[in-house]
């Protein structure tokens, strides 16, 4: 008997969860800050501000360099997304099964679209995701539910039927406030404690697991 799917739609994060993007943004924000400030930025620092739109991350710590940050960093980002992302093991794979099942999908990420599109096609997926919401399609960003909202409108369905996977507790946060359920793991940024306690409805240790837990393979 072939298993069913728990969710009939699932809205993906980008960043440490479908494409191991760590390394160059990790890269990107020390070089930005080495570049404006002269300041180094140790790789846990950096870590921390994955998963929040960047520009609001950067004002943060320096309101008076923010916008300067902004711009190096993206400069360097986009002439080095080739030398640094990396594809997650199994993750096409997932993309294609999850279609071949009839399970609808969209990325939800705090990237710019042509950003986000940019990494896709880094990886090879870019053929697999139709829907990408992006930094600019909400005016405010995760953890709030917004994002998530608006992905799961541009698909036309009912946030109550979706899941949100994402490897940061923002995104734990945000799908709880879409009213999503909320998967998250551990092969990105955030750091399995953090995530723990946030209570999601599961947390995996690879793609393996996510793929049979979202093909309906093993239970929630």
Not at 6 to 16: A, H, I, K, N, S
Not at 118 to 145: F, M, Q, S, W
Request: proline fraction near 6%; charged fraction near 25%.
């Amino acid at each position: 008997m072939t298993p069913t799917p728990p969710w009939p739609t699932v809205l993906f994060d980008l960043d440490g969860t479908l494409a191991d993007t760590i390394p160059l943004i990790v890269a990107s924000y020390q070089h930005a800050f080495r570049a404006v400030l002269g300041e180094e930025v140790d790789e846990p620092r950096a870590r921390a501000w994955i998963g929040r739109p960047l520009l609001e991350a950067l004002l943060e710590e320096s309101p008076e360099h923010g916008h300067a940050l902004d711009t190096t960093y993206r400069e360097w980002n986009l002439a080095n997304t080739g030398r640094l992302i990396r594809r997650y093991d199994g993750v096409p794979e997932l993309l294609t099964a999850l279609a071949d099942a009839g399970v609808r999908t969209a990325v939800v990420t705090s990237k710019r679209q042509e950003t986000a599109r940019l990494a896709l096609e880094g990886v090879g997926i870019d053929h697999l995701v139709a829907v990408v919401a992006g930094l600019e399609d909400t005016e405010r960003h995760k953890p709030h539910p917004d994002p998530l909202l608006h992905g799961a409108a541009r698909l036309g369905v009912d946030p109550a039927t979706c899941v949100y996977v994402g490897d940061a507790t923002v995104d734990v946060r945000a799908a709880r406030a879409a009213g999503m359920a909320a998967v998250a793991v551990t092969w990105g940024a955030g750091e399995r404690a953090d995530l723990e306690a946030e209570r999601p409805d599961a947390l995996l240790d690879d793609v393996t697991a996510l793929t049979g837990l979202l093909l309906g393979r093993v239970a929630s």
